[in-house]
């Protein structure tokens, strides 16, 4: 049985697909605690090179002689089960053990926060964290973005907080027990994956049950606000930590608003990150380190200095008078929320691409994405990055735009190829004052294009 983080001092540990972000987070983790790490992927990553700078042996390709001898196996749920090495694994009888379900166990015995929910974990874990270093509490921190404030998806201190993500996308939630657990809302982003709303929010009642001390529940959410115990603090709320949505103000800049408490003074917040869900998270986060032992000025003082997560309302910068941003948002949600923020923002016309992400997701949400892009004036779709699952017949980039088109009333493109997009914007860019390249996959690669090419037609 997997317990102990101790217990892996000079163990071999592999990992299968190493370049994913909470992987190779975990690795490094690990590596810093002694174990003898080592890793493979099918391709190369930005997420690998930290771990070659610490001297990880890593390798591109998955090769059965090129894989070490290990006392464990660690692997992503993208993993396939006739993967070579995984396939080396279970002839060798090494135990095998997804990513989730390990990072849960060995930090069972940790002095940890973690953070879940459906929307919202990565840049809520990566703030609760830059807060805990500020105040000098030295955190340790693994989450599933670059964090900006640390230019990393993890950060490895010697203080006595660990914060992490509980992710609910693959049922790994049910393996955490921490100190300190945040859920900040519910959906139905990966029902797939628990045949049921039920069994999804059993998991979640699972991490409620498992942590030590305090719950931290999101009470403007129609399912969490009515769930209620003597360790449950709900924020939102008239007598816990709330904002009064008069105050709420965003601009270009971020966003500002006044942090209320029954058994405090107002205090006015400057976030200097958009969207909606910041204030939300910033909620979560002020309850957490509250909690924690920190003061609520150090935490509005910190927050002043956040710079967010890549990819989270990530600004490539305005060239020739048009804004270029990416955002991760690839479930309804998400889009509308974050699209309704930038509508505020901006008089102009408003623009964005969307990659939709997985088949199995696209199949589920594509009748509910035409009303989640209300606020874009022009939508172009492209084909659908598949996050390595298997293609689905009938079921691409195309399918999802004929189901927005059922819907929405002009407006809106199908193109399959992101160099095609890019082509195309550069003859649409004068009706625009902002474009956003929006979804989980590969669409950065087409915001950093197009950014280049305006930057080239300009110094011409």
């Not at 591109?60 to 290990?70: F, N, R, V």
């Not at 008069?246 to 969207?275: C, I, N, W």
């Not at 967010?308 to 929320?337: F, L, M, N």
Request: aromatic fraction near 8%.
């Amino acid at each position: 049985m997997i317990g102990k983080l101790s217990e892996f001092v000079d163990k071999k540990v592999h990992f299968i697909g190493i370049g994913g972000c909470g992987m190779s987070a975990l690795a490094a983790y690990l590596h810093k605690h002694g174990a003898v790490v080592s890793g493979s992927d099918c391709r190369g990553t930005p997420f690998m090179e930290p771990l070659l700078h610490r001297n990880i042996p890593l390798y591109i390709g998955h090769d059965t002689e090129k894989m070490p001898a290990c006392d464990l196996v660690i692997v992503t749920p993208a993993v396939k089960p006739d993967n070579c090495e995984l396939q080396k694994a279970v002839a060798q009888n090494i135990p095998i053990i997804r990513r989730g379900e390990f990072l849960g166990r060995i930090l069972s015995d940790q002095k940890t926060i973690a953070v879940a929910g459906a929307h919202g974990k990565t840049s809520t874990a990566a703030l609760i964290a830059w807060i805990l270093h500020y105040a000098g509490f030295a955190p340790s921190a693994l989450v599933g973005g670059i964090m900006e404030n640390f230019e990393a998806n993890f950060v490895l201190q010697n203080g006595s907080w660990t914060v992490t993500e509980a992710d609910e996308s693959d049922g790994s939630i049910k393996w955490f027990s921490p100190e300190i657990s945040v859920i900040l809302n519910v959906d139905d982003d990966h029902i797939e994956n628990y045949g049921s709303t039920d069994s999804m929010l059993a998991h979640y009642r699972t991490l409620v049950s498992q942590t030590s001390g305090s719950v931290i529940l999101n009470n403007t959410d129609q399912v969490l606000s009515c769930w209620q115990s003597d360790r449950i603090i709900h924020f939102g709320q008239r007598n816990s930590f709330h904002v009064d949505e008069k105050t709420v103000h965003y601009d270009s800049q971020g966003v500002t608003f006044v942090l209320e408490h029954a058994e405090m003074q107002k205090r006015d917040v400057f976030l200097p990150v958009p969207g909606r869900f910041f204030v939300s998270n910033f909620l979560a986060a002020v309850t957490a380190c509250v909690t924690a032992g920190l003061t609520v000025e150090q935490c509005i003082d910190a927050a002043q200095s956040f710079k967010g997560v890549k990819r989270r309302g990530q600004d490539w910068g305005c060239v020739d008078g048009v804004r270029i941003i990416e955002d991760y948002a690839h479930h309804p949600t998400e889009i509308s929320a974050i699209l309704e923020v930038y509508r505020r923002c901006y008089s102009g016309k408003i623009a964005c691409v969307f990659q939709p992400h997985r088949f199995t997701r696209s199949k589920q949400i594509a009748p509910l994405l035409a009303d989640s892009f209300r606020n874009a004036d022009s939508l172009i779709i492209t084909d659908i990055y598949s996050a390595d699952e298997h293609v689905m017949q009938g079921i691409n980039g195309e399918y999802v735009f004929q189901h927005i088109c059922q819907k929405r009333a002009g407006g809106c493109l199908y193109i399959s190829h992101l160099n095609d997009v890019v082509e195309y914007l550069e003859q649409k860019k004068n009706e625009f004052q902002l474009i956003i390249f929006m979804g989980a996959g590969s669409i950065g690669i087409c915001a950093k294009q197009f950014k280049a090419l305006l930057q080239s037609m300009v110094s011409i």
